[in-house]
């Protein structure tokens, strides 16, 4: 599969606090926020300039399966891929051992997550 690197997204304790240091200290801007009610998380993309690498962060309410114990430095969610064709990659991913772990629809997007050998989370869309 060809893949192009897209965003990080990483996961914050607190969303409104994160938003306020990546705004107000780094200068970044808001490009997109929105709600996953799948994972029961909220997401915020940040960019430090148009057409950037974006920062993607993740919030999950207490009673998300993907709200677990924050160690610092454990705050990466998962790394980002844009593909061709999702289907394609995910069959090719699954002909190389490697499973589809979740899939998501939200916001008329599709995308899904696979895991790396070390259990990093990578989404395609």
Known sequence: MKAKF????????????????????????IVGQGKIDQTKGETVGLQSEDGGFVLELN????DSPY????????GLDHL??????????LAEA??????????????????AYIEDPDGIWIELF
């Open 59 to 62: 919030h999950y309410e207490e």
């Open 94 to 111: 699954q002909e190389a051992g490697y499973r589809t772990l979740l899939e998501m629809k939200a916001d008329g997007g599709r995308w």
């Open 80 to 89: 980002a891929f844009k593909v061709e064709n999702l289907d394609r990659a």
């Open 6 to 29: 897209q965003y990080v997204g990483i996961r914050v304790t607190n969303l409104q606090k994160s938003i306020e240091f990546y705004t107000k200290i780094l200068g970044m801007k």
């Open 67 to 74: 709200n677990t114990k924050y160690l610092v430095g454990e």
